[in-house]
C-alpha cells in the first residue's frame, strides 16, 4: 500500500512535465555541471547541480537517472540515500518507460527497497535491544508505516503498562515498608520482609531488623533488671531511657504502685491500727513492703493484746 500511494504521488508530481519535451538550456546546463563534478568525483556539488537542474525542471528524467544512481553508490553519508535512489531511480521509470536500460533501473529500485528494508529491519532490532519506549517511539516517528512500526508501537504499548503497574507494585511495596519503618517492630520487619524477599526495601529492613532485635536485647535485659530491683526510682529511670517502649509503661505503672505502697504504708503506721495494715496487705502485698507491713501487724496486735489485758485488769 505504501508503494502504491508513492507511484501515485510521484507520477502525479511528474505528470504535468512531458518526458519528451525539450528541457530548458539552463536546466541541461545543471545537467552538464553535475556530470563534470561527478567525473571529478565531487559528488556533493554533483547533486547541487543535478537538484538545481529538476527544480528548473522537475520531469527532466536523464537527471532523475543520475541522481538515482549518485545516491545509490556515491551518497553514502545520506541517510536517506536508498530512499531518494528509489524516488529518482522510480521517477526515471515512470518518464522512460520504454528505456533500454529499463532492467537495470528497475534491478536497481529492487536493490534499493531491499536496502531500505534491511535499514528498518536494523533500526528496529537495535531499538528492541535498546529496550526503552524512548528508542522505540523515536523508531516508529522515523518509520510511521509498515510491520516493524506496528511491533514497535505494540511494544510501547507493553512498556508502558509494564512500568505502570511496575511503578503501582513499588509504591505498595514502599508503604508496607514505610509502615514497618515506623513500627520499629523486628517482628513486623520480618512480616514484611518475607512477603517482599527480593524488593529492593528487603536488604535494608534485615540490616535494621538485626539492628532493633539487638537494641530490643538490650531493652529487654535493662528491664530485667530494673525489675528485678523492684525499686521505683531505678524503674522510672528505666521508663526515662525508653520512653517510647512498651515496657516503659509496665516499669512506670510499677514505679507509681510502689510510690502509693510507701505512702500507704507510712499511712497505715501512723493509724496504729491491725485493719490499716490488714488492708495494707490486701492492696500492696505484692510489693516489698509486705515483710515490713508484716512485722508492723504483729507489733500492732500484740499492742491491741497488751491494750485488752491492762483493761481487764483494772
Known sequence: MRDKIFTICLFAALAATSASAMPSPDAVSRKVAGNEYQSKKQYEEAQRQYMEALRLEPGYSAVHYNLGILYFYRLDSDPARYQKALYHLNAYRLLEPGAEDMANVIAHIRQSIEKIEDEERQAFQNAVLEGTTEALEKFAKRYEVGYYADNARAQIKEIKAYEEEKAKGDAQVQAAFGKALASGDPAQMDDFIKNHPDSPQAEEGRALRARWAEAKAKEEADYAAAAKTDNAQTLDAFADK????????????RASHLNSAADALTLAEESGS???????LEIFGDTPYKAEALELLETFKKAEIEKAAASEAK
Request: glycine share 6%; net charge positive; charged share 20%.
Open 242 to 253: 525508653y520512653p517510647s517502649s512498651e515496657l516503659a509503661g509496665k516499669a512506670r505503672a
Open 274 to 280: 491491725t485493719a490499716a495494715v490488714n488492708k495494707f
